[in-house]
């Protein structure tokens, strides 16, 4: 990618963070960049070329982190460090992180059908986590799988809304963990 496109796609990230991928203009882009308008289409096709590429390049971020978490070790230390990884990606690239968690429905064809493949990938590799933990006496023998990761997923992409670009969330995912796992009921008891 050239340093220009790259230079497009991470204005795009913000642009597309900030106003949305409909509210944002090829106008918004152009002056974002400096460019007339006509000057951007040499860069690329349309608006939906950046789309993809933010969203293409969030879903390899979100891997990768997922990536660097150890395969092996109790399931209870990697959960949290798919947190801490997860959390990572979103304040270290948080407009992208942003238009990955909410822009990527504006996909279209192919494009939209790799991406949403992508995610069910993700969202299994952590559901296979919790599945391992259940398995092997480390979780809940009742655990489903499926909703475990669905809600740590969530909490995780909703902090896309409230973290700050750049802070630090390694506290905070693991805040996450400890509700996550030990849950909220506690060890309070009954009055």
């Keep these: ?32 960049l400096g460019l007339q308008k006509g000057s951007l289409y040499t860069h690329i096709d349309g608006k939906a070329d950046l789309l993809w590429e933010v969203a293409r390049e969030g879903s390899e971020a979100f891997h990768a982190a997922l990536d660097s978490v150890p395969e092996e070790g109790p399931v209870l230390d990697r959960i949290q460090a798919v947190l801490r990884a997860h959390l990572r990606v979103v304040a270290a690239q948080h407009d992208m992180a942003t238009v990955f968690v909410r822009e990527w429905r504006y996909l279209e064809g192919e494009r939209l059908d790799t991406f949403v493949a992508e995610r069910r990938r993700y969202e299994e590799r952590i559901r296979a986590l919790f599945r391992e933990g259940r398995e092997h006496g480390e979780l809940r023998t009742d655990l489903d799988d499926g909703t475990a990761a669905l809600l740590m997923l969530s909490a995780a992409n909703w902090a896309s809304t409230w973290v700050r670009a750049g802070s630090e969330t390694d506290e905070l995912a693991d805040r996450f963990t400890a509700l996550l796992l030990d849950g909220m009921r506690g060890y309070a008891s009954r009055a």
Excluded: P, V
């Design 1 to 32: 990618m050239s340093a220009r496109r790259a230079e497009l796609t991470r204005a795009a990230a913000r642009l597309f963070a900030e106003k949305g991928y409909h509210g944002t203009s090829i106008g918004d882009l152009a002056e974002a």
